[in-house]
């Protein structure tokens, strides 16, 4: 179960990753090429009470890696970011060093990572749970709820993003 559990957490979510990038780089051609005030995408929200675009980028990036890190256990040595990001350039590098941390993660770390005890404070009770039930009811949904919703954000605002941007190449 250890190299699926690499599998199925880093190599998917770098994967994704990547594909945020490609993502972000066609909202910020977008804007430059209707000239649009700055930040104008970056604080475009689908609903009034929904996270900004740029908040939902640092919410997958920090899905990908804080999850990642608790399922090999590095969790206390994982890179903090300071959610200071806002212009398409920024989110691109945090999504950037978000892949090159995960790519520092080996295989070995997560051997027994699907019955490993993961316990993740929260603001309204505490998660605890084993690895597996983490990765497949936490982290992925999480983080295919915030990449979904960035990628619907531009889409709403015109950006030319479709089905095989999402996906990339299979």
């Known amino acids: 179960m250890s190299s699926s559990m690499f599998q199925f957490s ?17 909202g910020r051609e977008f804007a430059a090429e209707k000239k649009l005030e700055a930040g104008v995408l970056e604080n475009a929200r689908l609903a009034p009470d929904m996270f900004a675009l740029r908040r939902q980028v640092h919410l997958t990036a920090d899905f990908a890696k804080n999850s990642c890190a608790r399922l090999a256990n590095v969790f ?39 019955q490993r005890r993961v316990v993740v404070p929260l603001r309204t009770r505490t998660l605890d749970v084993t690895g597996l039930d983490f990765l497949q009811r936490w982290t992925l949904p999480n983080f295919y709820f915030h990449l979904t919703t960035t990628y619907n954000i531009l889409r709403h605002n015109g950006v030319p993003v479709g089905k095989q941007d999402f996906l990339g190449p299979v």
């Not at 880093?10 to 066609?26: D, F, G, P, S």
């Not at 206390?76 to 978000?98: C, G, H, I, N, Y």
């Not at 070995?108 to 990572?113: I, N, P, S, V, Y």
């Open 76 to 114: 206390d040595s994982a890179p903090k970011f300071d959610d200071t990001e806002t212009t398409f350039e920024e989110l691109e590098a945090r999504v950037q060093k978000t892949i090159d941390y995960l790519e520092t993660l080996k295989p070995a770390q997560f051997d027994g990572a699907d």
């Open 10 to 26: 880093v190599i998917q979510l770098v994967q994704n990753l990547r594909q945020l990038k490609v993502i972000l780089a066609k």
